[in-house]
T-cell receptor, first 109, second 113 residues
């Protein structure tokens, strides 16, 4: 599986936008980019996914670089409930999903 | 998305005993389920892929005789930790595959004393 690289931690102020980066320079043409987040003592929760085009949903936006070697998860207005570990995962033809270390997001009031 | 439950949410057992953890897909018939393990302050590690009606596929380094997986129906998969030891203490999480997405259960915290 192609590997992703994310910063270990990031901080944000409440109600400000947050941009969480992810590098995936070895991505293959068929790999989808998935983002999940995990709140403390809970199972991961799906956030968003995309292939080539930028994607928006009610939770977040996903900006994918033109060469697909990096992507950015955008939370438009961070809330205290958004404090979690965010995982960027590449998913190919295999159905399994392998997690990296993720980015621990802290949101300050 | 699919709703996944796990039972129990937490369990404490003595070293040498076996513990069974259930993973249920409440509103979706899951042909494929996954089991993960997560140690404190670490990421999730895939343990095995469970396919309904067939043997589970274990990741390298995961002992299949120690972590018994049964996926006998489309809504239930069980993970049994046999002869548990303190080093098996961890957060065990299951997920179901629905289309392109995985939906995760709330996790089971196992403590072996």
């Amino acid at each position: 599986d192609a590997k992703t690289t994310q910063p270990n931690s990031m901080e944000s102020n409440e109600e400000e936008p947050v941009h969480l980066p992810c590098n995936h320079s070895t991505i293959s043409g068929t790999d989808y980019i998935h983002w999940y987040r995990q709140l403390p003592s809970q199972g991961p929760e799906y956030v968003i996914h995309g292939l080539t085009s930028n994607v928006n949903n009610r939770m977040a936006s996903l900006a994918i670089a033109e060469d697909r070697k990096s992507s950015t998860l955008i939370l438009h207005r961070a809330t205290l409930r958004d404090a979690a570990v965010y995982y960027c995962i590449l998913k190919g033809n295999n159905n399994d999903m392998r997690f990296g270390a993720g980015t621990r997001l802290t949101v300050k009031p | 998305g699919a709703v996944v439950s796990q039972h129990p949410s937490w369990v404490i057992c003595k070293s040498g005993t076996s513990v069974k953890i259930e993973c249920r897909s409440l509103d979706f018939q899951a042909t494929t389920m996954f089991w993960y393990r997560q140690f404190p302050k670490q990421s999730l590690m895939l343990m095995a892929t469970s396919n309904e009606g067939s043997k589970a596929t274990y990741e390298q380094g995961v002992e299949k005789d120690k972590f018994l997986i049964n996926h006998a129906s489309l809504t239930l998969s069980t993970l049994t930790v046999t002869s548990a030891h303190p080093e098996d203490s961890s957060f065990y999480i299951c997920s179901v595959l629905s289309g392109y997405e995985q939906y995760f259960g709330p996790g089971t915290r196992l403590t072996v004393t």
